[in-house]
């Protein structure tokens, strides 16, 4: 048996939160031009992503609609690596793809678990 076990509820309580976190900071970065960013226009690509990414990365960060919010999530970073990763290179490490990849399995995982533990929407 695994002794870390008993603290998987906070592991993965912690695991959202942080991701959620993160992604909103991304999204204030195209939304705001905060955070070390530049603001887009709202009616482009980047412009819908940042809302995205701050919506979804807020509702996924407290809990709330997480199924749905982490899919979007997934789908948004998914959709990102292939048209603006990939074409630079065939392996993230290359393309510096690796953050577009570890969002997408991250909110896919999450999408899969919902909210869990510390969250709004049970």
Do not use: D, W
């Amino acid at each position: 048996m695994n002794p870390l076990k008993r603290f998987e509820p906070t592991a993965y309580a912690l695991l959202r939160i942080a991701a959620g976190f993160l992604f909103v900071c991304h999204g204030l970065q195209k939304l705001l031009g905060v955070l070390g960013g530049h603001r887009v226009a709202l009616a482009s690509m980047p412009g819908a992503a940042s809302i995205i990414e701050t919506v979804g990365g807020l509702l996924v960060a407290i809990g709330l609609f997480t199924s749905p919010a982490a899919f979007i999530c997934s789908g948004e970073m998914a959709f990102a690596y292939f048209m603006v990763h990939q074409p630079r290179g065939t392996f993230p490490i290359q393309n510096a793809g690796e953050p577009a990849v570890l969002f997408c399995f991250i909110f896919l995982f999450i999408a899969t678990r919902g909210g869990g533990f510390l969250s709004v929407g049970k």
